[in-house]
Each structure stands twice: as structure tokens, then as C-alpha cells.
């Protein structure tokens, strides 16, 4: 089963998910800005990625550009700002069997469907 961490309105977002549909598998859709992630999800979702919780952050939203820009943030204030401020997750996340992927793009997704 392949878990995706969706915002319906993000065009990256929703062809991951068509690809996800088109390869078969059950798929779990979690719309994270109506229910975001905890900062135990997003601390995993990190480790999973392979990645600082920084690098999960979408620096070019508003709020990012608002509240956060030129501050140094600890990896468990980046999570606490995620939460937050959910917008500011990085998308689509696609989990399968405890490995995580950014799926921007289908060449980002093969590490994931295959």
C-alpha cells in the first residue's frame, strides 16, 4: 500500500496520485492540510526521506517568506513550524514499506514504485 501526503490543489500533487492509480496498489490519501501530520509523523516522514526537516520545507510559500526566512531553526523547530504551518510541507510525499520519496515527477517516483 502506498501512503501519499496530498494537497488536491497542487498540480505535482495530483499527478503523483494519477500515477499512483495507474500503477495499481490501494492507495491512503492524507489531505495533511486538513489533517497534518504530528511532529512524530513528520520527524519519521524525515528519517524516511533521507533528508533534514529543513530540506522538507517549501521555502517560496508566503508564510515561509513571513515568519521563517534567514532564521536558523533546530531540525525539531522546522518540524514544529511544519506543523504549524502545514503549508509549508514539501509535496506530495509517497510512503511505501517504510521508505519515503518527494514524487515530483515520475523518474523521482520509480525509487518507490518499482
Not at 496520485?17 to 497534518?36: P, S, W
Not at 533521507?50 to 531553526?73: C, S
Request: proline residues 4%; charged residues 30%.
Amino acid at each position: 500500500m502506498y501512503t501519499i501526503y496530498h494537497n488536491p490543489r497542487c498540480g505535482a500533487s495530483r499527478e503523483a496520485l494519477k500515477i499512483l492509480h495507474e500503477r495499481g496498489g490501494e492507495v491512503r490519501i492524507v489531505e495533511y492540510l486538513q489533517n497534518c501530520p504530528s511532529k512524530v509523523e513528520l520527524k519519521s516522514l524525515v528519517e524516511k526521506l533521507g533528508i533534514k526537516a529543513e530540506d522538507l520545507v517549501r521555502k517560496k510559500e508566503p508564510v515561509f517568506k513571513e515568519k521563517y526566512e534567514g532564521k536558523t531553526l533546530t531540525s525539531a523547530q522546522w518540524i514544529t513550524a511544519m506543523v504549524n504551518d502545514p503549508i509549508l510541507i514539501e509535496r506530495p510525499i509517497i510512503v511505501r514499506d517504510g521508505v519515503a520519496v518527494i514524487g515530483r515527477g515520475e523518474e523521482e517516483m520509480e525509487k518507490i514504485l518499482s
